[in-house]
């Protein structure tokens, strides 16, 4: 019977910390074989070398009216149909999304993995680290 309840007690405990989440820890994401993945700037410019490479700026057009990276497509995110546009792109090539500084970018990540974009990268520090 001892080894029962010990037993029984190790299974609850193995398998309750098996399913233990950091909500503070930064995860990258990996759903239905996509990747949706954060990067610095130096990252970005690596993947922005690589042929083929989409790269898509989320910010308003107030803000691109000072400069945006050179090949890169501006569908605001903050737009009623931005997920609409943004679907024009290629879903199985890779996509570099970046805005000002990485929040907007992280959701539009988000919303272009669940429209089925194979492969997203945010540029986590913004347009200015890598302008």
Not at 16 to 43: F, L
Not at 73 to 91: E, M
Request: with cysteine; hydrophobic share 40%.
């Amino acid at each position: 019977m001892k080894y029962l309840l010990l037993s029984f007690f190790a299974t609850i405990v193995l398998t309750a910390c098996g399913q233990t989440k950091d909500p503070d820890k930064k995860q990258d994401t990996q759903v239905s074989s996509s990747i949706a993945k954060n990067v610095n700037a130096s990252e970005a410019m690596a993947i922005m070398a690589k042929q083929g490479v989409q790269i898509l700026d989320v910010r308003t057009a107030e803000e691109t009216s000072h400069g945006m990276i050179k090949g890169a497509v501006n569908f605001d995110f903050h737009s009623t149909d931005f997920i609409q546009k943004a679907s024009s792109l290629d879903k199985n090539r890779p996509v570099i999304v970046y805005c000002a500084v990485g929040g907007r970018s992280a959701k539009a990540m988000k919303q272009l993995q669940e429209a089925g974009f194979k492969e997203i990268y945010n540029v986590s520090q913004g347009y200015d680290s890598i302008k």
